[in-house]
């Protein structure tokens, strides 16, 4: 019961913005209440935000804006800071690297579109007795295939982030 109640609350604080305080209250039963009134004994678990509410149309637009990035809490006085060469030279390695990992799921890749085009050619005595154990093999190798491709391109995303 717990569970089901605060996932109601969790669905209903993520598909609208809240905008009152949020009280959790447990009464001698071991019954959760969840409300936005305060009851003797409830504790708050949610406040509301500092801004004012705003209309809908005031929120439209303000979405729509591009959104600046914000360092909420600045590092600390005594945060190790890195130099630009050896930064340069951790960007470097990262690329190598990357580009290593590029190579080899390329071949792997390779390899596996050379398996799935030679498998009908390779079929044991038992997958041409049961067909099943060919298909179950060939769905292996596509699904060897589908991978490598997806690790390609993410590999792929992931340098041209860097350049």
Known sequence: MYAKSLFTLLIACASLPSWADIYKYVDENGHV???????KGAVRIMSEPSAPRRSSSETTVRSSQPRSPSVSV?????????????????????????NDELASEQASLNAARKALQEADSNRSAEEKSNPKLYLERIGRLRETIVMHEKNTAALQAELSRMR
């Open 33 to 39: 209440t969840f409300t936005n009134t305060p009851i």
């Open 74 to 98: 600045p590092s600390p006085v005594n945060f190790p800071r890195v130099d630009a060469a050896t930064q340069r030279s951790r960007d470097s390695n990262r690329k190598q690297i990357l």
